[in-house]
T-cell receptor
Framework: EPEVTQTPSHQVTQMGQEVILRCVPI?????FYWYRQILGQKVEFLVS????????KSEIFDDQFSVERPDGSNFTLKIRSTKLEDSAMYFC???????????FGQGTRLTVV | KNEVEQSPQNLTAQEGEFITINCSYS?????LHWLQQHPGGGIVSLFM???GKKKHGRLIATINIQEKHSSLHITASHPRDSAVYIC?????????FGTGTSLTVIP
């Protein structure tokens, strides 16, 4: 089965630093998503991206966050000025159609210290 | 905002038992998704459905749009089915997640 790949699998960063989480979605998919899961809590939707722009975002996705598809294959989540509460597992997903079956990456565990 | 409720929160079953996990949601949706989260954290999409019923191996998912309710059934449960099962609903490209049902199947 095709896979979504995320790198790195684990990132530790100092509070206040910027991090970029990377994702390679499935090649013929058009819809891309970022989610996060704080330890012990439920998965939360951050943002969806289609046709090179954000199509939906949650209230969590404020000015601290941005997404980009810089080269047609990677899909990145940038978190500026990280805070301790940004520590979470971040999942990328892609799908071939709106509301279609989403394929998830293995996640990046972000630890802000 | 769509509220997604799952029940039960935790479930322990003996190997071979038939298992049902329920999900209800509060407003209209484009689709409902059942996901499986393994102990290591990885998430796998099991089903995406917008009406009726889908079956894959020992897993069956049903949805009743009028009642805003879905069920995930596992027949002949096995210890390898132990995981957290998450219901999520989508409206366009916006997703809302339930808190998950933690299933443990005992040999």
């Amino acid at each position: 089965e095709p896979e979504v790949t995320q790198t790195p699998s684990h990132q530790v960063t100092q509070m206040g630093q910027e991090v970029i989480l990377r994702c390679v979605p499935i090649s013929n998919h058009l819809y891309f998503y970022w989610y996060r899961q704080i330890l012990g809590q439920k998965v939360e939707f951050l943002v969806s991206f289609y046709n090179n722009e954000i199509s939906e975002k949650s209230e969590i996705f404020d000015d601290q966050f941005s997404v980009e598809r810089p080269d047609g294959s990677n899909f990145t989540l940038k978190i500026r000025s990280t805070k301790l509460e940004d520590s979470a597992m971040y999942f990328c997903a892609s799908s071939g159609e709106t509301s279609g079956r989403a394929f998830f990456g293995q996640g990046t565990r972000l630890t802000v210290v | 905002k769509n509220e997604v409720e799952q029940s039960p929160q935790n479930l322990t079953a003996q190997e071979g038992e038939f298992i049902t996990i329920n999900c209800s949601y509060s407003v209209g949706i484009s689709a409902l998704h059942w996901l499986q989260q393994h102990p290591g954290g990885g998430i796998v999409s099991l089903f995406m459905l917008s009406s009726g019923k889908k079956k894959h191996g020992r897993l069956i998912a049903t949805i009743n749009i009028q009642e805003k309710h879905s069920s995930l059934h596992i027949t002949a449960s096995h210890p390898r089915d132990s995981a957290v099962y998450i219901c999520a609903v989508s409206l366009g490209n916006q997703f809302y997640f339930g808190t998950g049902t933690s299933l443990t199947v005992i040999p």
